[in-house]
């Protein structure tokens, strides 16, 4: 019973996170595994609570794993590494995040050319 209780608190926590940061956050995680959250806060534009957050909710639900790098004696340093589960959503949200600026992109070209006409009328 109370891991019914763990996935239901995990599901809130995960919905909470935005899907353009949750996409982003893998790919920079996949790209680089030794990146910091501080790193992530500054190329992402999101605060450095933000990302801790996401990183633990993203730990918890098992999309990313955290390893303390072993040869450095202050232990600060993690190495965060996408697990299957994690590749696997990372796709999705790719492709969601995709399609998203997709049709984000069509809709300025559209306003755009709605104003060139405009413009054009009135020279």
């Known amino acids: 019973m109370p891991k019914q209780k763990l996935k239901q608190k995990k599901t809130k926590k995960i919905q909470i996170i935005e899907p353009d940061i949750h996409y982003k956050v893998l790919d ?7 990146i ?6 500054k190329k992402l534009g999101v605060s450095l609570g933000s990302i801790n957050f996401c990183m633990k909710a993203l730990i918890d639900v098992g999309h990313i ?4 790098f072993k040869k450095n004696p202050q232990k600060l340093n ?3 590494l996408l697990t299957p589960q994690g590749i696997g959503v990372k796709s999705t949200l790719m492709i969601d995040f995709l399609k998203r600026k997709m049709s984000e992109y069509e809709a300025l070209k559209s306003e755009i050319d709605s104003i060139n006409k405009k413009i054009d009328k009135e020279l």
């Open 78 to 80: 993690y190495l965060y």
């Open 65 to 68: 794993k955290v390893e303390n």
């Open 28 to 34: 920079l995680i996949e790209e680089n595994p030794k």
């Open 36 to 41: 910091t959250q501080r790193e992530l806060s």
